[in-house]
Nanobody, 121 residues
Framework: VQLQASGGGLVQTGGSLRLSCAAS????????MGWFRQAPGKDREYLGL???????NYADSLKGRFTFSRDNAKNTVYLDMDKLKPEDTAVYFC????????????????WGQGTQVTVSS
């Protein structure tokens, strides 16, 4: 199983973007999907995850700027990002949660290549 994030691009400070994450080889309606990002030279950072029933967990650092949603019929999860800052520049990934701490990269599988988000100042 592999997931692919898309929708990244170049945006100005204060702008918004919507990222999508699609799975084509299995139905993930029963799975929790996580979002991470990785800036150059830094570890992969946990952003949060969303369960099929609507429960979400957000990293404290997001401060309400990011919103997760999902459309199980389309096998797609979304990450809406508002009030973007230059420090949000990173490659954004989605992955399927297996078990373990939500914030731990090792708790997930199905990593794709990610999508680049660049926020200009």
């Amino acid at each position: 199983v592999q997931l692919q994030a898309s929708g990244g691009g170049l945006v100005q400070t204060g702008g918004s973007l919507r990222l999508s994450c699609a799975a084509s080889e299995y139905t993930f309606s029963n799975y929790a999907m996580g979002w991470f990002r990785q800036a150059p030279g830094k570890d992969r950072e946990y952003l949060g995850l969303t369960w099929s029933g609507g429960f979400t967990n957000y990293a404290d650092s997001l401060k309400g700027r990011f919103t997760f949603s999902r459309d199980n019929a389309k096998n797609t999860v979304y990450l809406d990002m508002d009030k973007l800052k230059p420090e949000d520049t990173a490659v954004y990934f989605c992955a399927s949660y297996r078990r373990g701490p939500y914030y731990n990269v090792a708790s997930y599988y199905g990593w794709g290549q990610g999508t680049q988000v660049t926020v200009s100042s």
